[in-house]
């Protein structure tokens, strides 16, 4: 399933295995944390996210640089 989720003032697709809607609801409060509290290099792919894919509780933040790519857990 693909959604979109709006972060940072950008569009975001989401893809995930299961229609989970609290999935996407904690994501949302996840990366918003993770942008004021997170690491630098966390910080960074954040800034240069293209796409998120969810499976099970971790979610795949995919960065503009592959080398920037991060899995997180959810929950």
């Known amino acids: 399933m693909k959604t979109t989720l709006i972060f940072q003032n950008k569009s975001i697709p989401v893809y995930m295995t299961d229609t989970n809607k609290t999935a996407l609801d904690k994501l949302a409060s996840v990366l918003n944390r993770k942008l004021m509290t997170g ?3 966390l910080k960074k792919c954040l800034s240069t996210l293209i796409s998120v894919e969810i499976i099970g509780s971790e979610a795949t933040l995919h960065s503009l ?3 920037d790519t991060l899995t997180i857990s959810l929950y």
């Open 65 to 67: 640089y592959e080398r």
């Open 39 to 41: 690491k630098n290099a």
